[in-house]
């Protein structure tokens, strides 16, 4: 019934102003659509939501992810952004000092947080 209608993905803000400096700022975001109810990204061809509510942070679970050409660039280039990598050594994830994991033949992920505590990846896997 869902699958032919595009997706967003909506991400909770209680500091819904530095929120939006910080996926501008620092990830490079434009917003182009505001309103009381909060603020639309584009990211390729999906949308994210930076929206207010009070719940911001307590997901303990990835809310949106990247898939990006050149993991490794990219976490350079957030890291000197001021971006701090999670470190994670489970059964699954082990992140080396860079906050980069192995995710199997031909990945590799890694994962931060925004200014509210949301969880957010950037990953790089063999393209098809």
């Not at 303990?60 to 890291?79: N, Q, R, Y």
Request: net charge negative; with cysteine.
């Amino acid at each position: 019934m869902l699958k032919g209608y595009d997706s967003a993905t909506m991400i909770p803000a209680k500091d819904l102003e530095k929120t939006r400096r910080f996926y501008e700022d620092v990830l490079g975001f434009s917003v182009d659509v505001e309103d009381p109810a909060g603020i639309r990204c584009q990211s390729g061809g999906t949308a994210f939501f930076p929206y207010p509510t009070e719940f911001a942070g307590t997901a303990k679970h990835t809310l949106i992810g990247w898939d990006v050409d050149d993991l490794e660039s990219v976490v350079d280039d957030l890291a000197s952004k001021g971006v701090t990598f999670e470190q994670y050594d489970t059964e699954w994830i082990k992140t080396d000092a860079k906050g980069v994991a192995d995710m199997g033949p031909g990945g590799k992920g890694a994962w931060f947080k925004d200014p509210e505590g949301n969880i957010l990846s950037i990953g790089q896997f063999s393209r098809r």
